[in-house]
């Protein structure tokens, strides 16, 4: 059974930081691409950074790019997002979900649709 568990959500400050962590359980994700994705209230769920398992390849949304790092440990199976420089418009839930790449054609998608897994969710607030 796939498991993505999100953790390390929060309250902070503007202009303060976090890290997300994604752990993976229930199969090999070497051949799959990992994506944050956030929801605030009233607004549809967007694409926030992914990453390819096996190349490292990365992608940020323009809200993102330069405050938000993607990466992985291999050992551990994990998916980390460390947010810096935050902004109260960065408070949303924020989700992992994981894409093979063995039907998929791109490094990772931008569209939540392409993704097979889900996790339930890690709540983020951003104070002014």
């Known amino acids: 059974q796939v498991q993505l568990v999100e953790s390390g959500g929060g309250l902070v400050q503007a202009g303060g930081s976090l890290r997300l962590s994604c752990a993976t359980a229930?199969?090999?994700?070497?051949?799959?691409?990992m994506g944050w994705f956030r929801q605030a209230p009233g607004k549809e769920r967007e694409f926030v950074a992914a990453?390819?398992?096996?190349?490292?390849?990365?992608g940020y949304s323009d809200s993102v790019r330069g405050r938000f790092t993607i990466s992985k440990d291999n050992a551990a199976n994990t998916v980390y997002l460390q947010m810096n420089s935050l902004k109260p418009e960065d408070t949303a839930v924020y989700y992992c979900?994981?894409?093979?790449?063995?039907?998929?054609?791109?490094?990772?998608?931008?569209?939540?649709?392409?993704?097979?897994?889900w996790g339930q969710g890690t709540q983020v607030t951003v104070s002014s």
């Open positions: 979900a994981a894409l093979s790449t063995r039907y998929y054609s791109g490094p990772y998608s931008y569209d939540r649709g392409p993704y097979n897994y």
């Open positions: 229930g199969r090999t994700f070497s051949t799959y691409a």
């Open positions: 990453i390819r398992w096996s190349a490292g390849s990365t």
